[in-house]
């Protein structure tokens, strides 16, 4: 019976908090509003939350039709008094009607039996309602181009994913289109991350926002640029320490791939990339510390284009089709091997790939320790690049690459020895 109580307490106030928290930020943005003209404030809101949450105890309660009555009533209540009523500055206020309704469902949420999703829409709404001049600004700054980026990935995300069958198919039962697709998805995920930031804060933070922006999708082309920058003469001075953060992102971005994708090999492969990922930071920040601030260069553009997507899908496609042969066929060694191939194409793909295999047909350090020789090879690409566009100019970033690399290389001796 106390238990019972506390639950029934708890949910009600729960749906009160959630009136008040909304009502709060409702008061605050209507306070210009004449006194008596404004429908709902802090104190109705508030009720609201209250009276929604008694209509959801009724509800549990066995008296539904009750509980229906008393919301709607509400809902009458707040038409008849949001009709043709100004709301700030004179205008037509939808928000707040809408918000009060938002309100009405959180308080019933709560008083159903669910009061942590009640507070957590709530906290969500008040934020939502609080960022008004920020979410405008943002939609002002958006242009063309940014709508169609948001288009592809909702595309990518959500028109697709959901209506792909969950099995395994093709040669060797080796594609799962649901779980192709989601590599897609997550990808272009951190592609389309970086975009949003560069827009938002590339031109504000220079050099330094477009190596960590652009490094969570493509470091190797952040390294380019900004290469390519340093050895035109440009007198930024912010280029080096940008290329050795760009890897750092890189190395961060590849544990989490490898935590989402490949989680056996988390640990072993973590070991192996933390010293290089210390050395890289280091680097960065000793060479960020040195530079002066530089509007710098913009990150590669946008990166939510369908059909690179699509190539990519076909990438993982054929790689997990190469592997499962190989499970039948090969080694250990000739596993890793044909992992060290398509990761030196592309490191995601042989995330992948990996993910995908049993422990029996490859250990999981002998796994991490393939992951790790991909990512040593494309951190050669990246110095080659560097001392190819930058010249002299680029010593102090060759270094930190360098010296990146030898951590790596020291870490996938100790994983060897440990193998053999």
């Not at 708890?10 to 006194?35: P, Q, S």
């Not at 960065?284 to 690179?308: E, F, M």
């Not at 790689?319 to 190989?326: D, E, I, L, Q, Y």
């Not at 350090?365 to 680029?394: E, Q």
Request: some cysteine.
């Amino acid at each position: 019976m106390i238990g019972s109580w506390y639950g029934e307490a708890l949910a009600a106030a729960t749906a009160v908090v959630c009136g008040l928290l909304i009502g709060f930020e409702r008061g605050f943005n209507l306070r210009e509003v004449r006194e008596g003209t404004r429908v709902a404030g802090v104190r109705t809101f508030t009720l609201l939350g209250f009276l929604s949450g008694i209509a959801g105890l009724i509800g549990r309660s066995g008296q539904p039709l009750v509980a229906a009555a008393l919301v709607a009533g509400a809902t009458a209540v707040l038409a008849i008094g949001y009709a043709n009523r100004p709301g700030l500055h004179g205008r037509s206020d939808a928000t707040s009607p809408i918000a009060a309704i938002v309100t009405l469902g959180l308080g019933f949420v709560a008083g159903s039996g669910n009061p942590a999703l009640a507070i957590a829409g709530a906290t969500l709404v008040t934020l939502l309602l609080a960022l008004k001049e920020q979410a405008h600004g943002f939609i002002q700054s958006l242009d063309e181009a940014d709508v169609k980026a948001l288009a592809r990935y909702a595309v990518i995300a959500g028109a697709v994913l959901p209506f792909l069958p969950d099995g395994n198919f093709g040669p060797y039962g080796a594609w799962n289109p649901q779980k192709l697709w989601l590599v897609v998805v997550l990808v272009t995920g951190f592609s389309f991350l970086g975009y949003v930031a560069n827009r938002i804060f590339g031109t504000r933070y220079g050099t330094i926002a477009t190596a960590l922006i652009g490094g969570a999708y493509s470091s190797t082309a952040v390294t380019q640029s900004l290469a390519q920058r340093l050895g035109s003469g440009s007198d930024g001075g912010a280029e080096p320490a940008g290329i050795a953060l760009a890897s750092t992102v890189m190395y961060l971005r590849v544990i989490l791939l490898v935590a989402l994708l490949a989680t056996r090999l988390l640990i072993p492969f973590a070991l192996i990339i933390l010293p290089a990922l210390v050395i890289a930071a280091a680097a960065g920040w000793r060479l960020y510390r040195k530079s002066p601030k530089s509007a710098g260069p913009a990150p590669p553009g946008n990166p939510i284009a369908l059909l690179p997507a699509l190539a990519f899908l076909v990438f993982v496609a054929a790689a997990a089709v190469a592997v499962t042969w190989a499970q039948g066929r090969l080694g250990q060694a000739g596993i890793g091997l044909l992992l060290l191939i398509v990761g030196t194409m592309d490191v995601d793909v042989a995330i992948v790939t990996v993910g995908g295999l049993s422990p029996i047909a490859i250990g999981d350090l002998f796994a991490a320790a393939a992951l790790a020789a991909t990512i040593f090879a494309n951190m050669a690409v990246k110095l080659a690049i560097t001392l190819a566009y930058a010249r002299s100019r680029g010593r102090s970033a060759a270094i930190a690459l360098g010296s990146s690399m030898i951590g790596l290389a020291a870490s996938l001796g100790v994983a060897a020895s440990l193998l053999w």
